[in-house]
């Protein structure tokens, strides 16, 4: 049950608002891709409601926050920020804010001939977790809510197939592990390794964040406490209806009683 209820939340919270039939049986797509195409909305029947997200995405002029998360799949402070404060921050604010997910943290690389190996803070599973999330990020659009399903799941590596099976049915498993036990990975990893690397100040803890490329106490304590107000207070252009602005839908939908 635990797995379960931030499974239907996120699926919920990712589907197009406002809708009040259920998708007709020609809709083959995952709720958060039913906006992805025309044919898409049409079939799922969301036209409506995927127009008025992309006017609501069409208004906004100013770049969007960007926050960086440099963590480890099995710090139990990262496991905590990203599932309950990162993940719930987009999917309210995803209009003005764009997430960039670095596993790595105190993880150390080594060169052995011409590849690396790399040794976790908390031991090889924990490798193991960092090299599934990179290559997922680097297979699927889905990879944020995948990573979410993972972390907040009491085995993170565990429910790494249940999870893709519900956010990237497409995805399989084994074509997941193809590219973590490949080179792919190993260069993707290496990748997140000299990100981690080159922050300035260098990191000292995991979760470490950014703020637009930006790291002080002060944000992180911020982010910490709350990065929903943090990151309304730091977008500089019209603020959304969720952080109290005055933007408002160009039409509302609603369900009528019959």
């Not at 379960?4 to 996120?10: D, K, N, Q, S």
């Not at 960092?130 to 990573?147: G, R």
Request: proline fraction near 6%; hydrophobic fraction near 35%; glycine fraction near 6%.
């Amino acid at each position: 049950m635990r797995l379960l209820l931030p499974l239907l939340l996120a699926i919920w919270v990712s589907a197009p608002f406002g809708g009040c039939s259920l998708p007709t049986s020609s809709c083959l797509q995952t709720p958060a891709k039913w906006c992805s195409s025309l044919d898409s909305a049409v079939q799922c029947g969301v036209l409506k409601q995927c127009l008025e997200s992309e006017f609501r995405r069409s208004r906004q002029t100013e770049k969007p926050v960007q926050v960086g998360l440099y963590y480890e799949s099995l710090c139990p402070g990262c496991r905590g920020f990203l599932t309950e404060m990162l993940f719930p921050t987009y999917l309210l604010l995803n209009d003005i804010m764009s997430v960039t997910l670095v596993p790595y943290g105190n993880a150390q690389e080594t060169p052995v001939a011409q590849k690396y190996t790399y040794e976790c803070q908390h031991g090889k599973q924990e490798c193991l977790g960092n090299m599934i999330e990179t290559c997922l990020m680097n297979m699927t659009d889905m990879a944020f809510p995948i990573i979410f399903c993972m972390e907040f799941s009491a085995d993170v590596i565990g429910s790494a197939e249940s999870c893709l099976k519900v956010f990237a049915p497409d995805l399989s498993m084994d074509k997941v592990m193809s590219c973590v036990n490949g080179d792919m990975g190993m260069q993707l990893m290496h990748q997140n390794a000299l990100q981690t690397k080159a922050l300035n100040p260098p990191h000292q803890y995991v979760p470490w964040i950014t703020i637009n490329g930006v790291h002080t106490e002060d944000l992180q304590e911020k982010a910490m406490s709350s990065l929903f107000m943090l990151v309304c207070s730091m977008y500089k252009g019209t603020k959304p209806a969720a952080c109290g602005g005055s933007q408002k839908l160009h039409y509302k939908s609603y369900c009528h009683n019959e």
